[in-house]
């Protein structure tokens, strides 16, 4: 038995046949499938809306992280602080003498008297 052989014309005119075919279908949106669209390209503008909201709100966040950081810095620097002093009591500050008297603010120089 012998294959038939379909040469150079036969597919061509497959081909063409095919592109005839495919090409004669056209799709027509239906008015769901229209609907179901708009619904979505709204919903893509809200959800875009959003992002940008919370991409700001991050942002201000950031910010007020970083504040509270610093804030919590100085914080754990004071208290360090206060715990070298503490470590050292009763002696905190060496060149402070108890018996020493409190110092005096001067008075204010007198007005002059004008002539």
């Known amino acids: ?8 014309g036969g597919i061509i005119a497959l081909a063409f046949g095919a592109a005839v075919v495919l090409s004669s279908c056209t799709c027509k949106i239906k008015e769901e499938q229209l609907a179901t669209i708009k619904q979505l390209r709204a ?9 940008e909201m919370a991409e700001k709100n991050a942002t201000k966040l950031k910010g007020e992280l970083g504040s509270r ?27 402070w003498d108890p018996n ?4 005096v603010e001067p008075a204010p120089p007198a007005p002059k008297k004008r002539r």
């Open 1 to 8: 038995m012998r294959t038939p052989r379909f040469g150079s």
């Open 43 to 51: 919903d893509e503008k809200q959800l875009t809306a959003d992002i």
């Open 69 to 95: 950081q610093a804030e919590t810095r100085r914080c754990v620097e004071q208290k360090s602080f206060v715990e070298q002093k503490l470590q050292r009591f009763p002696n905190v500050w060496p060149d």
């Open 100 to 103: 020493a008297p409190d110092p």
